[in-house]
């Protein structure tokens, strides 16, 4: 006689993924405005859809490239126009919606995987010098080259963007391995703050999907971009003085305890 069939899972339901997802959120502290209250909420929606049909974290990171570099294929190769900006717009706020759910759907599944992380963060540091460079291409195909000095702007931010995606993930990746090596317990999460979450705007990724919209119309974007640009190169300057201070003070536990080697 055959061994009863076992019961099959129960179904996977959308509002009841939502729910779980609404406790499982990484702290907003530090985050900007669009990230915060917009991009997240949309985020957790997209990673409910996707535990519900049987996605992966991986594959939902899949589908965020997919649009992202969509999006970024279009800015370096049609003529700027207005329907333009619509479609990169939109290309780019879905490729970063995608972005907020892998982590979200990593979590909701049980937690994510250390190869996950890595790919995540891989994706990140493509996409992230890839825009600009995408923005570079275009305004020497398409631009007005007597003002050929404008092409130094999506330069200075490929530059200023990749300092500041890496400086941040060396950063955390530094106190992990700190707080590992030494058992010191992690600082608790502080209250995120909606007034910093605004003044750090001009460094918010999702600003700069939005403002695509107005790529078909270069004597608004260009100045738009340039000044997003400037944000973003005061942000990270003030940043890596505090970021240094932050890691060179996980020294000072080491250097405290180490015993002086007599002459």
């Given at each position: 006689?055959?061994?009863?069939?076992?019961?099959?899972?129960?179904?996977?339901?959308?509002?009841?993924?939502?729910?779980?997802?609404?406790?499982?959120?990484?702290?907003?502290?530090?985050?900007?405005?669009?990230?915060?209250?917009?991009?997240?909420?949309?985020?957790?929606?997209?990673?409910?859809?996707?535990?519900?049909?049987?996605?992966?974290?991986?594959?939902?990171?899949?589908?965020?490239?997919?649009?992202?570099?969509?999006?970024?294929?279009?800015?370096?190769?049609?003529?700027?126009?207005?329907?333009?900006?619509?479609?990169?717009?939109?290309?780019?706020?879905?490729?970063?919606?995608?972005?907020?759910?892998?982590?979200?759907?990593?979590?909701?599944?049980?937690?994510?995987?250390?190869?996950?992380?890595?790919?995540?963060?891989?994706?990140?540091?493509?996409?992230?010098?890839?825009?600009?460079?995408?923005?570079?291409?275009?305004?020497?195909?398409?631009?007005?080259?007597?003002?050929?000095?404008?092409?130094?702007?999506?330069?200075?931010?490929?530059?200023?963007?990749?300092?500041?995606?890496?400086g941040m993930i060396l950063k955390?990746?530094?106190?992990?391995?700190?707080?590992?090596?030494?058992?010191?317990?992690?600082?608790p999460a502080a209250a995120p703050?909606?007034?910093?979450?605004?003044?750090?705007?001009?460094?918010?990724?999702?600003?700069?999907?939005?403002?695509?919209?107005?790529?078909?119309?270069?004597?608004?974007?260009?100045?738009?971009?340039?000044?997003?640009?400037?944000?973003?190169?005061?942000?990270?300057?003030?940043?890596?003085?505090?970021?240094?201070?932050?890691?060179?003070?996980?020294?000072?536990?080491?250097?405290?305890?180490r015993v002086p080697v007599p002459?």
């Amino acid at each position: 006689m055959s061994a009863p069939a076992a019961p099959a899972p129960p179904p996977r339901r959308f509002s009841a993924a939502l729910t779980r997802l609404a406790s499982a959120q990484k702290s907003a502290k530090g985050a900007p405005a669009y990230s915060r209250f917009v991009n997240r909420k949309l985020g957790r929606l997209l990673a409910a859809a996707s535990y519900v049909v049987g996605l992966t974290p991986n594959q939902v990171t899949a589908i965020s490239a997919a649009f992202t570099f969509t999006g970024i294929a279009l800015i370096a190769l049609v003529d700027p126009a207005p329907w333009l900006g619509a479609a990169v717009c939109l290309a780019l706020v879905v490729g970063y919606a995608f972005d907020a759910a892998d982590g979200q759907l990593a979590r909701l599944r049980g937690g994510g995987s250390k190869s996950g992380e890595y790919l995540d963060h891989m994706v990140d540091s493509a996409k992230i010098s890839a825009l600009h460079l995408a923005v570079l291409v275009s305004w020497y195909r398409f631009g007005d080259l007597d003002r050929a000095a404008y092409l130094l702007v999506p330069v200075g931010f490929t530059v200023v963007a990749a300092v500041m995606f890496f400086g941040m993930i060396l950063k955390d990746l530094l106190a992990r391995a700190h707080r590992a090596a030494t058992g010191a317990p992690a600082p608790p999460a502080a209250a995120p703050s909606t007034l910093r979450s605004l003044l750090v705007i001009p460094t918010d990724y999702g600003l700069l999907c939005v403002a695509f919209l107005l790529i078909g119309l270069p004597a608004v974007f260009q100045p738009l971009y340039g000044l997003i640009f400037l944000g973003n190169l005061l942000f990270l300057m003030a940043a890596s003085v505090k970021w240094f201070r932050e890691v060179g003070a996980l020294d000072a536990p080491a250097s405290a305890d180490r015993v002086p080697v007599p002459r």
